[in-house]
């Protein structure tokens, strides 16, 4: 069975929206499984191109390998009790996945499919996270805040490439990161 991908759980989400009056942050967690994960990876890492103190590189850095382990291990992620229970209103969910449905969409457009993302989905998912997980520690702990654009880039494009399926995406995520290496 294939897993939906991103953009399906975001419409799914706006369809639930338009039933309640409000959707609860734990409702969220379980909708979107790990996949939230490398949402909140790519979330987090686009911070990371424009602040370049290494008092914001690495509590960011530091999440993002949490994120990428839970990714890792197909885990969905934790919400403490407290958070589980709040309830977002749905109007707020619909405008929210109608933006991040649009933009998945142009995206999908914008680059073609790769024909071969789906016979080796087995492999991107498990090189995906590994790929984050070690990028997110050379920008947090190893790299000097200066010199790690193309880390940055490869934690962007890999992120992004593990909402969108798209291999091409994940790829030249690869690739940032091998330039980051040098």
Known sequence: MKKASFLEKTKELSAYSDRYETV???EITQHYGSTLCAFLAFCL???????????????LAFVIVVLATL??????LWVADMFK???IPSSTIKLSTTWAAASFERLKK??????????????????NPLVLILAAFMVGFIQSPNTNTFTVLSLLFVSLGSLADDGYLCLAG??????GLI
């Open 45 to 59: 890492s686009v911070p990371l191109l424009v602040f370049s103190s290494q008092w914001v590189a690495l509590p």
């Open 24 to 26: 609860t942050v734990f």
């Open 174 to 179: 690869y690739s940032f990161f091998l330039l």
């Open 110 to 127: 914008a680059i073609p499919e790769a024909p071969f993302y789906a016979i080796y989905a087995p492999v991107f998912s498990r090189l």
């Open 85 to 87: 229970s709040y309830h």
């Open 71 to 76: 990714l890792l291990f197909d885990q969905r």
